[in-house]
């Protein structure tokens, strides 16, 4: 027979359960916080004492609440004192934000790629230089917690080294240790796949808050996935699974970075649509919002193009609806723009394709949190340890 809990595991788990919901939803009253977790108001009192003491929250007085008696104090996320680091690394830009304890963005740059290579130490230079300008103007005593990084490729979280970016030629990067290094902040750098991190953060903050079943669409330059089932990230074997993006939709197409050819992100991702619309354009979001906009202005080589790149689309999603059944499917990075100029392909498709029984459920939506769905899945893997057990890493005073 297991043991019971000690006391003091059952506080712990306590604290990081009343700082999840804090961190989640916002401000919350304690008489809230009580209902939800099933506590007495001593306790809760007991744990917000612990998390005031720790910098982590704060309370105040409601504003008027038109009730008799004296009103429950409100716990708030200390997002300016407590922050972390949240950088995402794409196939064609770089992004770095700080994000504070509640989800708030407290500051955000962005560079698009440079000429020529991808190289590690570059990119790893850039972001540092990027962060550095971010953190000069945080408030005086703020501390960050943690640096979480979403990578386009195939991430080995255990060690935070790049096994595989095809779209730029990684493989098998110790990039963790070498933004670590970079960075000198004392704090531990997790990295983890972008379009597994855009789930989770949909998942928490976006379009399918609270949907335990679901599958994330990111595109940049590639197309990724992040599958969700019962509430709980698909990992597979290695953690490299949700590569959506190799699968074959085409066979004999074309060519793709992985060395195969007829992958759903050779037909249906950045790349295809702008050969497809016949442009020039270097890659990135702004190509891909004006293929949009001249198609929703009559340019009928947009329009053929996204016709095109929406019915490949809707090959893949017929797919992975057949396979996994999810209650939603969410279309983030460049496939959001792609999805809501080619809705009618890729539903039809899916009609055609898609078994009766799992398609008539599915839901297809567009990200929330558009461009900053994987960053702001990369500032909550750098939360996790903090809120997994909030006084481990106690912020200083």
Known sequence: MRAAPAPDEIRRRNLAVLLRHVHRDGPLSRAVLAERMGLNRSTILALTTDLVAAGLV????????????????????????VYVLALDVSADRLVAGLVGLGGTVLGRAEAPRGDGA????????????MARGLMASVAPGAECVGVGVAFCGMVRESDAVVRYGPNIGWTDVPFGE?????????????????????????????????VPDLLYLHGDIGIGGGIIMGGNLLGGQGGYSGEVGHMIVNPGGRACACGSRGCLEAEAGELALIAAAGRTDPPGAAVVDAIVEAAAHGD????????????WL????????????????????????IYLASA???????ATDGLRAVRDGVRLRTSALAGDATLIGAAELAFTPLLDDPLSLRPSG
């Open 178 to 210: 070498l933004l670590s290094e970079r960075l000198d902040l004392g704090v531990r750098v997790a990295v983890g796949n972008n379009a597994n991190l855009g789930a989770l953060a949909e998942r928490e903050r976006g379009v399918a808050a609270g």
């Open 300 to 311: 009928v080589a947009a329009r053929d193009a996204l016709h095109q790149v929406g019915d």
């Open 344 to 350: 009618a392909q890729v539903r039809s498709r899916l």
């Open 118 to 129: 991808f190289d590690p130490e570059q990119v790893a230079g850039a972001l540092t230089e």
């Open 314 to 337: 809707g090959y893949g999603v017929a797919n992975l609806v057949n396979i996994f059944n999810p209650a939603m499917v969410v279309f983030g990075g460049v496939l959001r723009g």
């Open 58 to 81: 704060s309370e105040q007085l409601p504003g008027q609440t038109g009730r008799a008696g004296r009103p429950s104090l409100v716990v708030r996320p200390e997002s300016e004192r």
